[in-house]
């Protein structure tokens, strides 16, 4: 049973174009997130929602949009792709409130923009 | 501005012997400190963590020290196996604050020879 799960593993496409990454947790927490590995591998937080509710929002762009429909999803949707939109986006989950807090990392999905 | 940082971009070590993975951070408010160990295609998953009122914590092979006035913490690995070589990413963060905002060095790919 995958923790956290991502869709699609791998996507390319042209500039200019919009698509959605899928983000599906089943460990019954509160908290995901989106993070973006760039080609330096810097891997950098972009948002975080609890409860559907956005808590973190990183300076990332408009074309950016995360859409939280239930507390087990978030998808992140990007209009208008930009070359240098091409990373690998990683999803996660946490339970906060714990002594401990973790997160749980999903497999990540590589985009290239072309 | 980079708050985390790895210096090392790789550690090559011979199976058996001790592995040390540095990490530096220029956050003074940082008071949790989290090491992610990550393979290839694969999301981060978590390792060990101290929080900023310990200098050691242990769990098995792996020991993580921090040396809060240096802003310096690292991750000791006795005996490295094979299996250890992945990328461990050193990431930071704010306790109670109502959400987990993790600051995430560059990583250091560990490689243990047989």
């Known amino acids: 049973d995958t923790a956290v799960s991502q869709t699609p593993k791998y996507l390319v496409t042209q500039m200019g174009n919009d698509k959605s990454i899928k983000c599906e947790q089943n460990?019954?927490?509160?908290?995901m997130y989106w993070y973006k590995q760039d080609s330096k591998k810097f891997l950098k937080i972009m948002f975080s929602y609890n409860n559907k509710e956005l808590i973190i929002n990183e300076t990332v762009p408009n074309r950016f949009s995360p859409k939280s429909p239930d507390k087990a999803h978030l998808n992140l949707h990007i209009n208008s792709l930009e070359l240098g939109d091409s990373a690998v986006y990683f999803c996660?989950?946490?339970?906060?409130?714990?002594?401990?807090?973790?997160?749980?990392f999903g497999p990540g999905t590589r985009l290239l923009v072309l | 501005d980079q708050q985390v940082k790895q210096n090392s971009p790789s550690l090559s070590v011979q199976e058996g012997r001790i592995s040390i993975l540095n990490c530096d951070y220029t956050?003074?408010?940082?008071?949790?400190f989290l090491w992610y160990k990550k393979y290839p295609a694969e999301g981060p998953t978590f390792l060990i963590s101290?929080?900023?009122?310990?200098d050691k914590n242990e769990d098995g092979r792996f020991t993580v020290f921090l040396n809060k006035s240096a802003k310096h913490l690292s991750l000791h690995i006795v005996p490295s196996q094979p299996g250890d070589s992945a990328v461990y990413f050193c990431a930071a963060t704010r306790m109670n604050t109502g959400f987990q905002k993790l600051v995430f060095g560059t990583g250091t790919r560990l490689l243990v020879s047989p």
């Open positions: 460990l019954g927490h509160d908290t």
């Open positions: 956050n003074s408010m940082f008071d949790y």
């Open positions: 101290i929080s900023s009122i310990k």
């Open positions: 996660a989950s946490s339970q906060p409130g714990l002594i401990q807090e973790t997160q749980y």
